[in-house]
């Protein structure tokens, strides 16, 4: 019987998490790991420090006996995936594919690495003698660029090339599954929880700027907690039969990102957007970019539309995200830390010029 999992992004956030759940299922033997690494210390360095990281309590000697290394650099060498993979089309029963290039800013066209890489795992998947369960992580953020508010020229924090690869990650897996692929594609919402990859997510940069400037917009957004993530993801490689093929497991509701900074830092002031963009461009100009015309006209216009694995109990959530959880979230306090710091920087150069 096979009994083997392959996974990609396997020291990302979600990746260490699911590698680190994938070792106590029982019902696999083998993990496999797709890594850039071309050695075995590097890779385990890798994991190690990833797992310390995110606080994953990951037994780096334990996993070493049941997890094996396909040394692959997708974001280069995409096409020794398949050969790579060959020796092991019987073994493996499920492909995870959390891996993906996640910054911001770049061209659609950067991300051609992993569309090729999504194509070949897929293709390896749909094997007609030994067919596979793909699980693939995409992003709710993919459903704003159809927004027809998006100005292409001016809204660039939404339109840029990462929305655009998981816009067609979405459309090309839900293809691939009307033509019988198995398995379930994730879009979640910003990924948060309380140790998470800090100043790296956008979200906290721009939290970091309110506080910075001590001048804030009414900002909504939508959130998944990595263990709401993580829950539902082990209950669909648990039960495949009764999950939907696409699962968004988002808070039902939207956060206003002002409300939980202002319990941080009373004295952030509440102004409308376009007063807001104007302070942006008199003291951030570089930062503009993200601030588009259209930003709290997407936001409010594109649907949110939770789905939940039908065993996953989301009482926890059920209302409201929790305030309390966002003040734990170590992004959120380090980015306030960081926007006290950069005041100061500015009162400092403001006063330098005064002289």
């Given at each position: 019987?096979?009994?083997?999992?392959?996974?990609?992004?396997?020291?990302?956030y979600?990746g260490?998490?699911v590698?680190?759940?994938?070792?106590?299922?029982?019902?696999?033997?083998?993990v496999?790991?797709v890594?850039?690494?071309?050695?075995?210390?590097?890779?385990?360095?890798?994991?190690?420090?990833?797992?310390?990281?995110?606080?994953?309590?990951?037994?780096?000697s334990?996993?070493?006996?049941?997890?094996?290394?396909?040394?692959?650099?997708l974001?280069?060498?995409?096409?020794?995936?398949?050969?790579?993979?060959?020796?092991?089309?019987?073994?493996?029963?499920?492909?995870?594919?959390l891996?993906?290039?996640t910054?911001?800013?770049?061209?659609?066209?950067?991300f051609?690495?992993?569309?090729?890489?999504?194509?070949?795992?897929?293709?390896?998947?749909?094997d007609?003698?030994y067919?596979?369960?793909?699980?693939v992580?995409?992003?709710?953020?993919?459903?704003?660029?159809?927004n027809?508010?998006?100005?292409?020229?001016?809204?660039f924090?939404?339109?840029?090339?990462?929305?655009?690869y998981?816009?067609?990650?979405?459309?090309?897996?839900?293809?691939?599954?009307?033509e019988?692929?198995?398995?379930?594609?994730?879009?979640?919402?910003?990924?948060?929880?309380?140790?998470?990859?800090?100043?790296?997510?956008?979200?906290?940069?721009?939290?970091?700027?309110?506080?910075?400037?001590?001048?804030a917009?009414?900002?909504?957004?939508s959130?998944?907690?990595?263990?709401?993530?993580?829950?539902?993801y082990?209950?669909?490689?648990?039960?495949?039969d009764?999950?939907?093929?696409?699962?968004?497991?988002?808070?039902?509701?939207?956060?206003?990102?002002?409300?939980?900074?202002?319990?941080?830092?009373?004295?952030?002031?509440?102004?409308?957007?376009?007063?807001?963009?104007?302070?942006?461009?008199q003291?951030?100009?570089?930062?503009l970019?993200?601030?588009?015309?259209?930003v709290?006209?997407?936001?409010?216009?594109?649907?949110l539309?939770?789905?939940?694995?039908?065993?996953y109990?989301?009482?926890?959530?059920?209302?409201?995200?929790?305030?309390?959880?966002?003040?734990?979230?170590?992004?959120?306090?380090?980015?306030?830390?960081?926007?006290l710091?950069?005041?100061q920087?500015?009162?400092?150069?403001?006063?330098?010029?005064?002289k």
């Amino acid at each position: 019987m096979s009994r083997s999992a392959l996974i990609t992004g396997s020291t990302g956030y979600i990746g260490i998490r699911v590698l680190y759940d994938l070792l106590r299922q029982k019902t696999v033997d083998r993990v496999l790991c797709v890594s850039r690494h071309k050695d075995q210390e590097a890779f385990w360095s890798s994991i190690e420090s990833q797992a310390n990281k995110f606080q994953v309590p990951l037994n780096v000697s334990e996993a070493k006996a049941k997890v094996g290394m396909v040394s692959v650099d997708l974001g280069k060498n995409h096409n020794l995936l398949l050969p790579a993979l060959e020796q092991y089309t019987q073994s493996v029963s499920t492909v995870h594919h959390l891996a993906c290039d996640t910054t911001y800013g770049h061209p659609f066209e950067h991300f051609e690495p992993w569309i090729n890489c999504t194509k070949e795992l897929t293709q390896y998947c749909m094997d007609p003698k030994y067919p596979k369960h793909m699980y693939v992580t995409g992003s709710y953020g993919h459903h704003l660029v159809d927004n027809p508010h998006v100005d292409r020229k001016e809204d660039f924090y939404f339109i840029n090339g990462y929305f655009q690869y998981k816009r067609w990650l979405s459309k090309y897996i839900q293809n691939k599954m009307d033509e019988d692929l198995k398995g379930t594609l994730f879009e979640p919402g910003y990924i948060i929880g309380p140790i998470d990859p800090g100043q790296n997510y956008i979200f906290w940069r721009i939290a970091r700027m309110f506080v910075a400037l001590g001048y804030a917009f009414k900002y909504q957004m939508s959130f998944t907690p990595i263990e709401m993530m993580i829950d539902n993801y082990m209950l669909t490689l648990n039960h495949p039969d009764t999950s939907p093929r696409v699962m968004s497991p988002i808070i039902p509701k939207r956060l206003y990102i002002h409300e939980v900074i202002q319990k941080l830092v009373p004295d952030l002031k509440i102004v409308d957007y376009e007063e807001f963009r104007n302070i942006i461009k008199q003291i951030m100009p570089k930062r503009l970019k993200y601030f588009g015309p259209n930003v709290p006209l997407i936001m409010e216009t594109t649907e949110l539309n939770a789905t939940f694995h039908p065993l996953y109990d989301n009482t926890r959530f059920k209302e409201d995200i929790p305030m309390d959880y966002f003040l734990n979230c170590t992004g959120l306090t380090e980015a306030v830390k960081l926007g006290l710091e950069d005041r100061q920087n500015l009162l400092n150069m403001r006063s330098k010029v005064a002289k």
